[in-house]
């Protein structure tokens, strides 16, 4: 069956720390995925999305950047945190969107301090 | 920019009762699509329509989609307090090769026992 990882599930990083959260499925073969952050209260605010290997299509500039090393995982990263990067962030993935929803994976919700 | 507009921003009803939030979108889409998020949790996709169908059900709830109205709605039948929960829409244009939802900001629904 296919599933979605994410992790860590919450994380606390104090300001000019790095960051490297990870997002793996299971199941399936060439997705589409996808890293979104939401805000408390909020809806969700695209940041990268990738429909294959080493292909990232950035959605906003800003502090992080993306990766796809291999077809089933995704590296959400950043250098150097701002406390603007607090929130909560979420991947997902899709095979089809025409016919199909996407698979969230149940998130991570990073704390800037 | 969001496509999506949902309202209520806020619901509040007794179990047992019938919800109906709604969505509003901007241009001409492919299909919409109705998830759910508990507080703290990851999305779960409810319900796919395309532009071509004008109502769904999947258990108690019920979704429409008027095209020439550019709206759509969630109706919850029965209600219960599990359903406590945010509800957003989300529209997959009909783009070229767009391969992203557009993501509305969401009805958040408490179901009081």
């Known amino acids: 069956s296919q599933t979605i990882h994410q992790w860590p599930a919450t994380l606390v990083q104090p300001v000019g720390s790095p960051l490297s959260l990870e997002c793996t499925v299971e199941g399936t073969s060439n997705p589409n995925l996808y890293w979104y952050r939401q805000a408390a209260g909020r809806g969700l605010q695209l940041l990268f999305y990738?429909?294959?290997?080493?292909?990232i299509s950035s959605e906003v500039p800003q502090n992080l950047s993306a990766s796809r090393p291999q077809d089933r995982q995704f590296i959400l990263s950043s250098k150097k945190l701002l406390l603007s990067d607090s929130g909560f962030y979420l991947c997902a993935w899709s095979v089809n969107s025409r016919s199909y929803g996407y698979t969230f994976g149940s998130g991570t919700r990073l704390t800037v301090v | 920019s969001q496509q999506g507009e949902e309202d209520p921003q806020a619901l509040s009803i007794q179990e047992g009762e019938n919800a109906t939030m709604n969505c509003s979108y901007k241009t001409s889409i492919n299909n919409l699509q109705w998830y759910r998020q508990n507080s703290g949790r990851g999305l779960v996709h409810l319900i796919l329509?395309?532009?071509n169908e004008r109502e769904k059900h999947s258990g108690r709830l019920r979704v429409t989609l008027d095209t020439s109205k550019k709206s759509s709605s969630l109706l919850i039948t029965a209600s219960r307090a599990a359903d406590t929960a945010s509800y957003f829409c989300?529209?997959?244009?009909?783009?070229?090769?767009?391969?992203?939802?557009?993501w509305g900001l969401g009805t958040s629904l408490a179901v009081n026992p």
């Open positions: 989300a529209t997959y244009l009909n783009a070229g090769n767009n391969r992203k939802l557009i």
């Open positions: 329509i395309r532009s």
């Open positions: 990738s429909v294959g290997i080493g292909q």
